[in-house]
């Protein structure tokens, strides 16, 4: 983005060609992001619903993916001043206020895969684990927060003045050059790529040993794959990453990585936000003749409480007016059913289900003795 050209502007300013293909990328930007950007917002409003509805069960978890997505918005509203949508020329000015933006957008776009990484994380810590399981998940969070730490000191300590990283006017100025910068972002790539990999497999694993029907297994682990994609468009942009140095057109080739970048984290958002979407799309399916389960659809782990990972979390909106401590007594095993691995943690479980048990018969008890 950086290369003059023979064009200059009034005051002598070299100007920049915005080739054909630049403009077509920038208009498949928005095309793209636009139309994922809604996708996303689907499932996450089917979290909030789950969460606040009928009883208020927000966790730091929720918390935490609702920051990601707001700063998934303020780095796609970054990336905007790239976006030139006919091919010909701008002029420096202009030029030098995209690359500041795009470059303020790199520690914007890591803050929101950490924030994302880390719900769901605490997402999965939910669920009534064993010790390695739970060990494997804060080791993740503070992989993350080591990473962020190390790649938000090198985005903004590595030029000096700092401000010299994005003016290419500046002409005094230490700064890595090109290859050290490609080489930081590969290994930050692939460590980022691992995380997503792991976090994606991880709910696979343990929502599959849930003792629950095959379909459902199979439907709870497409939807928390989704993480998977996440990857896919990291790979994407470390091999774009890779073909920067050489390329003749480093504006379009700054598209392409943008768009990857937005992608990768509204695919994030979406997967992390996904496991809400088990009970409509198994309503859904039921009404079409496709049942995947015998029991109320709107049970499931995403409707637990955050307190401890315990499985005494309230069920959303499967309770009725007026239904006894009974039914609740049977809403609430169902739900620690939909829970408990098959395998592991199973102390954990019983404990959770004769704690239900003793609080249910408690408040019968208790409501027997209002009516007498």
Request: proline share 5%.
């Amino acid at each position: 983005m950086s290369d003059a050209h023979n064009n200059t502007d009034s005051t002598g300013a070299p100007m920049i060609e915005i080739t054909a293909q630049a403009a077509y990328l920038a208009r498949v930007h928005v095309g793209v992001t636009v139309v994922l950007l809604a996708v996303c917002l689907v499932p996450f409003v089917a979290r909030v619903h789950v969460r606040i509805s009928p009883v208020w069960r927000v966790g730091l978890d929720d918390w935490l993916i609702l920051a990601g997505l707001l700063c998934v918005i303020a780095d796609w509203g970054l990336l905007q001043k790239e976006l030139v949508f006919s091919p010909g020329f701008i002029d420096w000015a202009q030029a030098m206020v995209a690359v500041r933006q795009a470059y303020l957008a790199i520690p914007v776009w890591l803050l929101s895969m950490s924030l994302i990484k880390w719900s769901v994380a605490l997402t999965l810590l939910r669920i009534p684990l064993g010790r390695l399981w739970r060990a494997f998940l804060y080791c993740i969070m503070a992989i993350q927060a080591v990473f962020f730490v190390c790649d938000f000191v090198y985005i903004f300590a590595k030029c000096h003045p700092v401000r010299a990283a994005w003016d290419f006017s500046i002409r005094e100025r230490r700064c890595p050059d090109t290859d050290t910068d490609v080489l930081v972002s590969n290994i930050g790539s692939g460590l980022n790529i691992a995380m997503d990999v792991l976090l994606s497999l991880a709910p696979m694993a343990v929502l599959w040993n849930l003792r629950r029907p095959a379909r459902e297994r199979v439907l709870v682990c497409f939807l928390t794959g989704i993480g998977l994609l996440a990857s896919v468009s990291s790979v994407m942009k470390m091999v774009t990453m890779l073909s920067w140095a050489p390329t003749r057109d480093p504006w379009a080739a700054s598209m392409v990585i943008g768009t990857w970048t937005i992608l990768e984290q509204l695919l994030a958002v979406t997967a992390a936000c996904s496991p809400s979407l088990k009970g409509p799309i198994q309503r859904m399916l039921s009404r079409c003749g496709v049942p995947i389960t015998n029991y109320d659809s709107r049970i499931s782990f995403i409707n637990m409480s955050s307190r401890d990972g315990n499985a005494h979390g309230k069920v959303c909106g499967t309770g009725r007016r007026g239904a006894g401590p009974a039914h609740e007594v049977e809403v609430e095993v169902a739900a620690a059913a939909d829970v408990a691995p098959a395998r592991g943690a199973r102390e954990a479980y019983d404990d959770a289900l004769r704690k239900m048990k003793m609080e249910a018969t408690s408040s019968a008890s208790r409501e027997l003795k209002k009516e007498i």
